[in-house]
Each structure stands twice: as structure tokens, then as C-alpha cells.
């Protein structure tokens, strides 16, 4: 039976949430290349809670050292090439608090075939070639796969241009699928998830956050991301990606074979992203049947977008174009992946509330 440790935690008491965790899932790392994954999603700052707290990372790279091993706190951020990779880390502070640790994993890379999809890919070999790989996911909702947890952290091990072809050429289940077929490349030792502050609605990059005070941890990430699901008052079982996980026997989502050590019961008022009808409807029918009730509308905030033109250079589907220095959207060919709102550093897009959004919000889904 799995375990998943609940803790309530501030960042205050970070320190004392390590002693524990460490204790309840031993893993020796003496003498050995141990890597952190945080969840570096972009140029992000700590108080938007959108990466992992640096105030996470810091006494656990302490602890780290202490035990005699080599440290590295490494991740590929969004979609985006070699050189944003320096500038997540020093924004997010994670750089900062890798304590000389920290490092640019995204020239080195190793191609590898994914096959359940059938889709060869480029990932860091530095993840690969790890002895002891560490995952500092972020609690929070993912507004294309719901959930942004233990398995989505692992996306990370490809590098940005890869990221963004995912996005192109997979949808629905297909883009599951691939996450968790990333994810089994390289799986986790231990988990810790930073969900001291965690993010509800349409995340991964949201404005909308929730004070869930715990960190969650476990040497098993579909089980952790299975406790994650239900705290977010959401079916582990309709989340595409864990129930791929579950089959591949990478770990349970059945709540009767998950042993929750402390309060993982759901969180009061919480909301839910806006449902993806991808994940129901396959997209050649509903494109044919009903073309346009899943495609989102974006609005810009023009007193928080800084005209940087990163939305227009991560969209896989080449959807936006810069007028006046600011995106303007061509939605016959936006492929509804989202990335130009996850990736905004300014948080300056969000969605539109759509017929379709305004129904759910009477139906009470989101």
C-alpha cells in the first residue's frame, strides 16, 4: 500500500515539515548525484506562487549536502529555448535558493522514443543520468489537464521546442498519455509538494490562490497526485493521465489502497478549472459537430501586459500576432493548448467567460 504524507505546514515551518518527511521516506543519497525537479514553470515571482517556493528549496538543498551528495536544482521552463532557463530561476528565486546549485540542463540532451504515443522526443540527460531524482511539484489546478502535479512536473524533462510540439500534435487523452509516459522516463524517488499556498481555477498560472497549508509527500507521484485530485474535490479516476498512470502499474489512484497519513480531505469552496470537453468528445467530431464550443477566448489585461511577445513566440499553433503591442488572436488556428496564458510572466491573459463557462458556473462544475 502507497503512503502519502499530509502535513499542515507554513513556509515558516519548512524545516521541521523536511525532519519529517525525510524520516517517514528514507532515501539514501550519500555519495550520490541527486537531482531536484521544482516546478519552474517560468519568469515567475515567488509571492505569485506559480513556481515552487524557494523558501522549499533552500533547507532542503541544505539538508541535502549535509548528507554528502552532489546537488543539482535543475528544470526546463515552459516552451521557450536555452536562455529563459536563467531567467526563470533568477525571477522565481529558485536560483538564488539552489545555493550555487542550480543549473541549465537544457543543452545536453538525450532523444528518446515515447511509446505510447509513438513520438520521439529530446530530454535532459542530466535527468536521465541522475542516481536520486527529487520532485517539487506545486498544488495547483492545470486549466487543459486539470491537475499540475507529480506527473506534470515531469514534462520538464523535455526541453522547451519539444514542449511546444506536444502541444501541436497531441490532444485529449494523446497529450495525457505522453505526460505520464515522460514521467515514467525518469521516476521519482521522493515527492514533496509545496502546497503551502496552492492555486485553484483556471491554472496553471492563475491569479486565483488557495491557502491549502500542507506539504505533501511520497515515493509514489500517482498517489500523491490521486490525494492531490480529491482535496481538489475532483475524481482521481477522471483524470486522464493518472488512470494511464494506474495501468502502467507506475502506482494506485484507488483511494482504499492509498494509506493518507494526516488530513487529506477535500478543501472547502475550492474550484475547479473550466472542464476540457477534449477529455470527453474526440476533436475531429466536436470540431465537425460543434466547432466552436470548446475554443477559448482570450482577454488581455492591457495595464499588465508588457508587450513582450512571449505569448506570440511560445503559441504552437502560431495563433497570435503582435498589433500595437499587443496579441491579437486568430482563433481559427489556436489550437486551445493554453500556452499563452500559462506562460505569461505578467499574468496579463485570462479566459474569457464564455456561454459555455457561464453554464458551468449555474451547473455549480467549476
Do not use: W
Amino acid at each position: 500500500m502507497h503512503k502519502v504524507l499530509v502535513l499542515d505546514a507554513d513556509y515558516d515551518s519548512v524545516n521541521s515539515a523536511l525532519d519529517r518527511i525525510l524520516d517517514e521516506f528514507p532515501v539514501d543519497v550519500a555519495g550520490k548525484r541527486v537531482l531536484l525537479k521544482p516546478n519552474m514553470l517560468g519568469a515567475f515571482a515567488p509571492e505569485t506562487h506559480v513556481c515552487t517556493s524557494p523558501r522549499l528549496i533552500e533547507p532542503l538543498v541544505e539538508r541535502l549536502r549535509a548528507s554528502g551528495c552532489e546537488v543539482t536544482v535543475a528544470d526546463n521552463p515552459g516552451a521557450r529555448g536555452y536562455g529563459f532557463v536563467e531567467k526563470s530561476g533568477k525571477v522565481s528565486g529558485i536560483l538564488e535558493a539552489s545555493g550555487g546549485t542550480f543549473a541549465n540542463i537544457s543543452s545536453d540532451v538525450e532523444a528518446v522514443r515515447l511509446p505510447g504515443v509513438g513520438i520521439t522526443v529530446n530530454v535532459s540527460k542530466a535527468i536521465l543520468d541522475t542516481d536520486v531524482l527529487i520532485s517539487l511539484p506545486k498544488f495547483k489546478t492545470h486549466v487543459l489537464t486539470r491537475i499540475s502535479g507529480a506527473v506534470k512536473n515531469s514534462f520538464g524533462f523535455m526541453v522547451g521546442g519539444d514542449k511546444a510540439r506536444m502541444h501541436r500534435e497531441l490532444t485529449g487523452r494523446d497529450f495525457s498519455r505522453m505526460l505520464v509516459e515522460v514521467y515514467r522516463l525518469k521516476v521519482p524517488d521522493l515527492v514533496i509538494m509545496d502546497g503551502i499556498v496552492g492555486m485553484e481555477g483556471n491554472g496553471p498560472s492563475a491569479k486565483t490562490l488557495y491557502p491549502v497549508g500542507k506539504i505533501l509527500a511520497s515515493d509514489n507521484g500517482v498517489a500523491l497526485d490521486a490525494v492531490m485530485t480529491r482535496m481538489m474535490r475532483m475524481r482521481p479516476e477522471k483524470m486522464a493521465a493518472l488512470r494511464y498512470a494506474q495501468e502502467l502499474g507506475l502506482g494506485e489512484i484507488d483511494g482504499s489502497k492509498i494509506k493518507v497519513i494526516g488530513d487529506g480531505g477535500p478543501l472547502s469552496g475550492f474550484h475547479k478549472p473550466v472542464p476540457n470537453l477534449q477529455q470527453v468528445i474526440p476533436v475531429a467530431l466536436m470540431d465537425r459537430l460543434y466547432p466552436d464550443l470548446d475554443r477559448p477566448r482570450f482577454e488581455v489585461n492591457a495595464d499588465a501586459c508588457n508587450s513582450c511577445k512571449g505569448c506570440a513566440d511560445v503559441c504552437p499553433g502560431c495563433a497570435i500576432e503582435m498589433v500595437d503591442g499587443r496579441p491579437n488572436y486568430d482563433y481559427e488556428k489556436c489550437i486551445a493548448c493554453y500556452c499563452c496564458m500559462e506562460l505569461c510572466s505578467q499574468q496579463a491573459i485570462d479566459l474569457v467567460d464564455s456561454f459555455r463557462m457561464k453554464v458551468y458556473r449555474r451547473l455549480g462544475l467549476i
